[in-house]
């Protein structure tokens, strides 16, 4: 019975004693000119079917305001899919990985690198709330996902399996319920509020779908970026941050990552300073909610 308990809470330890492999699968790319690499990475995306949105030019922006050493960074941003309003509205948290980032980046030697966050997470913990069809399209777009990085990579990276592995017990997403609010004019005030706490809205994607209405404020603060990004390069697979908020029981719910999970779980390979800009991010949200609220 101990052996059979022991094996059942080994992925955990692994989990806590390793957890950037466990949670990010990263490639090494074969192309050494960035550009050329990242111009790959989305040639490579839509080979495979895969809608790539947009391209977030990072390191770009980070050196624009003075940050002239800040390393080559661009996120690859898409994996749209038509079932998106229907996975996303029965499991929410699916939003930081549906739709998808791809972190492209060079690392302190120099090589260029892809990083993505390892899905199984997250289906672990929320894949339950949908249909064998609804997963089986969030599998088969990370499937044609790491098709496309392995096609483009010197070696193929192991990938930890999540079988067997019990769900957190923690949720990976902190949710608040708004009452006395319709949808539309929370999220016109719910962005003013972001953008006046620096969590600036690069766009909004709107689900498709009449009802309940879904949209994701996907925001940026290169202030944060750029330090947390200097210590932990694969965290930009969360890259822009997804706020989501839906339409439920007459009222509307707020969620993002679960930044004090994020912070305890990788804690140890942020600085100090780093540390405390994870607390002032989760702050700033749960500000702009108040504030949205009219608290």
């Known amino acids: 019975m101990k052996k059979l308990l022991f094996l059942l809470l ?4 692994t989990f ?11 490639y090494e790319l074969k192309e050494k000119d960035f550009k050329q690499a990242v111009e790959g990475v989305r040639k490579g995306m839509e080979g495979q079917g895969i809608k790539v949105i947009r391209t977030l030019t990072i390191s770009d922006a980070i050196r624009a305001r003075g940050n002239k050493d800040f390393r080559n960074y661009y996120v690859v941003f898409g994996c749209q899919t038509e079932k998106l309003g229907d996975i996303l509205i029965k499991a929410p948290a699916l939003s930081n990985i549906m739709p998808c980032s791809v972190a492209v980046y060079e690392d ?8 993505v966050i ?14 064998s069809e609804e997963r089986r ?8 996902l790491r098709h496309a990085l392995v096609s483009l990579s010197s070696k193929t990276p192991k990938m930890r399996k999540m079988k067997g592995m019990p769900a957190f017990k923690e949720e990976l997403v902190y949710e608040e319920v708004i009452e006395g609010q319709d949808f539309d004019t929370f999220k016109t005030i719910f962005k003013t509020s972001l953008d006046g706490v620096n969590m600036n809205i690069l766009d909004m994607l709107d689900v498709k779908r009449e009802s309940p209405k879904f949209s994701i404020f996907l925001a940026c603060n290169l202030s944060y970026g750029e330090a947390i990004l200097k210590d932990v390069p694969q965290f930009g697979t969360l890259a822009p941050c997804r706020v989501y908020m839906y339409e439920k029981d007459g009222k509307v719910v707020v969620g993002y990552v679960n930044i ?9 390979h942020l600085s100090k300073e780093n540390a405390e800009i994870f607390i002032k991010a989760d702050q700033d949200i749960k500000q702009a909610l108040k504030e949205a609220k009219g608290e």
Do not use: C, W
Request: a positive charge; proline letters at 6%.
């Open 118 to 131: 390892n899905h199984r997470l997250f289906m672990a913990k929320y894949s339950n709330r949908l249909t």
């Open 10 to 13: 080994l992925p955990l330890f």
């Open 137 to 144: 399209t969030v599998e088969e777009t990370y499937r044609k």
């Open 260 to 268: 004090p999970f994020l912070l305890k779980t990788y804690g140890k």
């Open 108 to 115: 302190k030697d120099g090589k260029v690198k892809a990083t």
């Open 16 to 26: 806590a004693l390793d957890p950037i492999q466990l949670m990010y699968i990263t």
